[in-house]
């Protein structure tokens, strides 16, 4: 996701990392993390959180029925929240910890005993209402967790991969939410996750740069002779850069198109199915990051790159009653 720099500060936090081990760490955290039990209507704070920080995630939420529009930002704010530790912490022994909170967090879901963070109360509630799997959860952990070892992909693959455990287990959770298990809809699902990760991190290279992290697989940045510190020092002058960023822009192309073929099969004629269409609204801005990186001629230093589509909102509700991404 196109991460958005946040206010931090300094807080005290009690992690149990095991029944009989429990201490205090005092590190530097984003602001989710303050708000008490009872201060705030758990599902309010995710809708607020999810409107902040992933603003297009919150477009759609406006389409997903109301009996579970509450869930759907707890699972959004959940997937966002740890997405963003990565560049909430000072150092990966920080984010280790915040990782293993939300560990005990989601084990605890089972047993009706959530710690009082409004995103844990709210996932709690999302889990009475649905069958949401907790592996689903541990997988998405493990992959950020991962993520703070090893913030650079070497291939393509390595990158799909992480995706998967990512942006495409999210997706299953969502319509295991919906109660939409089908293996048809998993594998649009899994593609269309690839998908959004890799477009995400195409808007958000500019922002890694800066940070001295390239985000784009070491596979494709040496195929085209992209120098990393180059990108870092020149942005988009870099040599090489924009060959680079057209490829990684097809691959993910490659995906949306796949998990758009899925639908051609199967008696679906080429639409998502109703109930399932709050889900693969995901892939609305998807499609439209892509075509505006083609506008730019695949700069996404450009300025166009880092303001919101206007017509995202539009184009969302056209796919939703069109039943396209």
Not at 54 to 77: M, N, S
């Amino acid at each position: 996701m196109f991460l958005l720099s946040t206010k931090t500060f300094k807080c005290t936090f009690s992690l149990s990392r095991a029944s009989w081990f429990k201490t205090s760490y005092t590190f530097t955290c984003c602001q989710s993390t303050l708000a008490a039990a009872g201060a705030i209507d758990p599902v309010e704070y995710c809708t607020n959180f999810v409107q902040k920080y992933d603003y297009e995630a919150y477009l759609i939420g406006q389409f997903w029925p109301k009996e579970v529009r509450g869930p759907y930002f707890a699972l959004k704010a959940f997937s966002t929240e740890l997405a963003m530790i990565q560049d909430n912490v000072s150092n990966s022994s920080i984010g280790m910890m915040r990782m293993q909170f939300w560990r005990d967090a989601t084990k605890a879901l089972n047993d009706g005993n959530p710690p009082a963070h409004p995103i844990a109360l709210a996932l709690h509630q999302a889990s009475i209402k649905a069958n949401l799997p907790t592996y689903h959860f541990k997988r998405i952990i493990d992959a950020r967790d991962a993520e703070l070892q090893a913030p650079v992909h070497l291939t393509v693959e390595s990158l799909t991969a992480h995706s998967e455990s990512t942006s495409s287990t999210v997706l299953y959770l969502l319509l295991s939410l919906l109660s939409l298990p089908s293996s048809t809809l998993s594998h649009a699902a899994s593609h269309l996750g690839a998908a959004q990760t890799f477009t995400t991190l195409l808007r958000a290279l500019p922002f890694h740069a800066k940070n001295g992290r390239m985000v784009l697989p070491a596979e494709i940045t040496a195929k085209h002779g992209v120098v990393q510190e180059d990108v870092f020092r020149r942005g988009p002058a870099a040599k090489g850069l924009d060959d680079a960023v057209f490829e990684f822009a097809t691959v993910a192309n490659d995906h949306l198109v796949t998990a758009r073929s899925m639908f051609h099969q199967e008696g679906f004629g080429g639409k998502v199915p109703w109930e399932a269409m709050p889900v693969f609204l995901a892939g609305v801005p998807v499609s439209s990051i892509l075509k505006q990186v083609e506008e730019v001629n695949f700069d996404v230093f450009h300025p166009r790159m880092q303001t919101r589509d206007w017509r995202l909102p539009w184009r969302i509700w056209k796919g939703y009653y069109q039943r396209m991404f």
